[in-house]
């Protein structure tokens, strides 16, 4: 009877755990500083419209970027990402937005973390495939 009861108590906590563990992975995969995402994301969408002149990548990824400011910044965050796309030129985006609001953005904001939409979170394997070919 004590077997069977340490037994379950083993199979309900190593449950547990496995749980636990996957619901942080996701946390961690959804939630991020916008440094990391930049680097995880925007720069190897860059990185493919340099190499393969695929911008399908880095527009659907700068077309959610405004959604990720603060909030008093997201219009002109968004200006800025509309008017570089709107003349082809989706590599410019990110160096308009650093030279107006780093600094800023990095004293304030630099560890609070934002929520990665969820239609983007398979675009950095997908585009290491892409680059692969």
């Known amino acids: ?7 379950s108590l083993l199979l309900f906590f190593s449950a547990l755990g496995v749980v636990l563990n996957a619901e942080k992975k996701a946390k961690a995969n959804t939630e991020m500083n916008l440094h990391d995402f930049m680097e995880d994301f925007t720069k190897p969408a ?9 911008a399908d990548y880095l527009n659907k990824i700068l077309e959610k970027v405004p959604d990720m400011a603060p909030e008093d910044q997201k219009a002109e965050w968004k ?3 509309d008017a570089k796309l709107s003349v082809g030129k989706p590599d410019e985006t990110c160096k308009s937005c650093h030279t107006k609001f780093k600094k800023e953005y990095k004293a304030k904001y630099r560890k609070k973390l934002i929520v990665i939409p969820e239609e983007l979170l398979g675009f950095p394997k997908e585009i290491k495939e892409l680059l692969k070919k």
């Open 1 to 7: 009877m004590k077997l069977r009861m340490a037994l």
């Open 46 to 54: 860059t990185k493919l419209y340099d190499k393969k002149d695929n």
């Open 79 to 81: 200006e800025i990402v």
